[in-house]
């Protein structure tokens, strides 16, 4: 076999993501460097083609972390301008009926407004790119447009990162202009990908991470940002609903936030443990926007950016380990967001400081790496995002076991009662909850009327995502002929509805055969084909780095 020839480099901590998890880690490390007057290397790599070009998030902020972090954030201009004033939340009865919820009844964790914190409507993909221009500033190295390929783990411990090659032709010849793949070697890695990491995945799996805890779960998020008339913009109006267009075995909700510029961002955020596989959870979200309550905001508007991307919801009782020999998992990689209030960044962005402040004061005292590090569990368990997971901790599974409106009345009184009900878990699969297509209708979906509703083809324009064709498709199929032997008639292929973006097809071949067909180049990253697939049968690998999404202000 032929030995490539790599350029190495070597860090005392590389970050796998410019996410809020990872750039809070590094500032963290160099600001304790800084205050140590201590030489210390710390780089961040970043798949897409620039610091938050692959970030999408609803998002109302929680700033307790950043606080932490920068308690000057005002002063040096971090990109949160627009508080929460108003907070409503609705139950869709059909298309044209709803129902407010009193505030009374809504689950204090739930509330965004009235509370000793401020909470900000922002864009998060906003917030990494200021949080990289602050790392930038403190010294940290960031790599956008390179992806973390491969783990490098010599003797049981994680010892760094593998770049993937550039420039590899779709059948893995070398094109003109190759370039190798770098190690980037570093006494420890933080793994901050996001939901579904593929390496946070393998590391699970190789460090058996996950054992005695509930399989994780995951929802996917589709959202949309929309300039709004200015007599139907309110800044700071925080709503949030569910029912309507999901029927009772299908969880989720949606939200629509009033940002700042006469923005209004919409999304759906649908559990993917669902049943039925006629479902398109693109098509659910079309539709949700035509209710009254929502089209409301949206009519006379003009939809300006689309995107998706999958969310880590199983909370604390789906938490692996987050410590390995030489690395840890930290943010949505590990699974830290609290759905119990919508919300992630914060938690990610703490996990992110604890990480830090447990690898500098390691490597400070000489640790040369390789280590367990132990002393970051004890930190994280005696945490404020810890405790939030662990007082939140059956507020996804009572959903799933209740349904929605039963779910809600028991994570009601479980907060009511002081955290004292019994533990519910979930221990179904996401990809094991979906059932044969026979025991179900198809769902005919209306056709978008180009004005609240759209296609798929025009939403992916919307998201700016771009590949270079003639790469390796990053979509690996174990079995190349399992989609149409077994997915086809028992599950009429899924593929074709979960994603997002249109990259999976049955199309008939030249013999009016059906043909499984991977339009890689739509693919937004949101890792549902690699969660839902019922057979497990595809993985999602990084294609060559800058590929993918390019969110604007997402």
């Known amino acids: 076999m032929e030995t490539v020839e790599r350029d190495v480099m070597d860090f005392d901590v590389v970050i796998v993501g410019a996410g809020p998890s990872g750039l809070a880690a590094a500032c963290r490390l160099m600001q304790q460097a800084n205050d140590a007057e201590q030489e210390f290397t710390v780089c961040v790599v970043e798949k897409g083609s620039e610091v938050g070009a692959h970030i999408l998030s609803g998002a109302v902020f929680e700033p307790r972390a950043l606080t932490e972090l920068f308690p000057d954030w005002k002063e040096r201009g971090a990109p949160l301008t627009t508080p929460a004033i108003r907070d409503d939340v609705f139950l869709l009865k059909d ?17 965004n407004t009235g509370s000793e914190q401020s909470r900000y409507v922002i864009s998060a993909g906003n917030l990494c790119r200021w949080l990289g221009e602050q ?12 992806a973390a390929q491969e783990v490098i783990i010599e003797d049981g411990a994680v010892r760094g990162i593998l770049i993937g090659d550039m420039g590899v032709s779709a059948d893995g010849t070398p094109k003109d202009g190759h ?18 990491g593929h390496l946070g995945k393998r590391l699970i799996k190789d460090f058996s991470l996950d054992e005695g805890r509930d399989p994780q779960h995951y929802g996917i998020g589709l959202k949309e940002l929309w300039d709004v008339p200015a007599d139907k913009h309110e800044p700071g109006l925080v709503v949030h609903g569910s029912g309507w267009p999901l029927d009772k075995n299908t969880h989720g909700g949606w939200f629509l936030y009033h940002s700042e510029n006469q923005q209004v961002v919409v999304g759906l955020i649908m559990d993917l443990g669902y049943q039925n596989p006629w479902l398109s959870p693109f098509d659910e979200f ?5 209710h009254p309550v929502l089209s409301q905001y949206l ?7 689309y995107g998706a991307r999958a969310i880590t919801k199983g909370g604390l009782n789906s938490l692996p380990k987050m410590t390995f020999p030489g690395g840890l998992l930290i943010g949505c990689d590990a699974g830290t967001l609290n759905f119990s209030k919508i919300k992630g960044l914060h938690t990610a962005m703490k996990s992110g400081l604890v990480a830090a402040e447990s690898v500098f004061e390691a490597i400070q005292g000489g640790d040369e790496g390789a280590q367990e590090l132990t002393s970051f569990t004890h930190k994280w368990e005696a945490s404020w995002a810890y405790q939030e997971l662990k007082e939140s901790a059956s507020f996804g599974p009572a959903i799933h076991k209740y349904g929605t409106v039963g779910g809600g009345a028991y994570n009601f009184a479980h907060q009511l009662l002081g955290n004292k009900l019994p533990n519910v878990h979930d221990i179904t699969t996401d990809y094991g909850a979906l059932k044969p297509a ?8 209306p056709k978008p009327d180009g004005k609240l509703s759209f296609d798929k083809p025009t939403s992916v324009f919307l998201s700016n995502t771009n590949h270079e064709e003639d790469q390796p498709c990053h979509l690996h199929l174990d079995d190349p002929e399992l989609p149409i032997r077994d997915n086809l008639p028992k599950y ?9 973006a249109g990259v999976y097809e049955v199309v008939e071949d030249s013999a009016g055969q059906p043909r499984f067909q991977i339009n890689f180049q ?3 990253h949101c890792k549902t084909c690699d969660i839902k697939d019922p057979a497990q049968n595809i993985t999602w690998v990084a294609p060559e780095g800058g590929g993918g999404p390019n969110y604007p202000n997402m």
């Open 492 to 500: 009429a292929e899924p593929a074709q509805r979960y994603c997002p």
């Open 135 to 146: 790392a930038e500033a403190l010294g940290v190295e960031i790599f956008p447009g390179f």
């Open 299 to 305: 009519e006379g508007g003009k939809r300006v950016a």
């Open 95 to 111: 298309a044209a009926k709803a129902q407010k919820v009193p505030n009374a009844l809504v689950p204090k964790s739930m509330h």
């Open 286 to 290: 079309q539709r949700m926007k035509h």
């Open 522 to 524: 739509n693919c937004v």
């Open 438 to 445: 026979a025991e179900f209708e198809k769902i005919n979906y």
């Open 179 to 196: 370039m190798p793949g770098m190690e980037l070697r570093a006494k420890y890695t933080l793994f901050a990908e996001g939901a579904r």
